[in-house]
Nanobody, 114 residues
Framework: QVQLVESGGGLVQAGGSLRLSCAAS????????MGWYRQAPGKQRDLVAA???????NYADSVKGRFTISRDNAKNTVYLQMNSLQPEDTAVYYC????????WGKGTLVTVSS
């Protein structure tokens, strides 16, 4: 079965940067799209960024200009570069892949201190 493993979360001060990684157990070009979602305390799980098989990207308005989604096909890995982090970015970040159905990682926690 498809496995997605996130890494790179941690504690960072406001204004700092982190890069999250999502390693997939199969060729990521198999998927129609992959993305990052986040769920903050008291909030619903929302899309942060997505990348399609063809390389098109989409971002939530709240992260445009600060976050960048990218991929390394040879490593079957999708990345989320997060810059200018703010306390409001604190959340569990989940990797997602879609191919007929949605597959989810278990999440990695990002905590941004003020």
């Amino acid at each position: 079965q498809v496995q997605l493993v996130e890494s790179g979360g941690g504690l960072v001060q406001a204004g700092g940067s982190l890069r999250l990684s999502c390693a997939a157990s199969r060729n990521i070009l198999t998927f129609n799209a992959m993305g990052w979602y986040r769920q903050a305390p008291g909030k619903q799980r929302d899309l942060v960024a997505a990348i399609t098989r063809g390389g098109s990207t989409n971002y939530a308005d709240s992260v445009k200009g600060r976050f960048t989604i990218s991929r390394d096909n040879a490593k079957n890995t999708v990345y989320l570069q997060m810059n200018s982090l703010q306390p409001e970015d604190t959340a569990v970040y989940y990797c997602q892949a879609h191919y007929g159905m949605d597959y989810w990682g278990k999440g990695t926690l990002v905590t941004v201190s003020s």
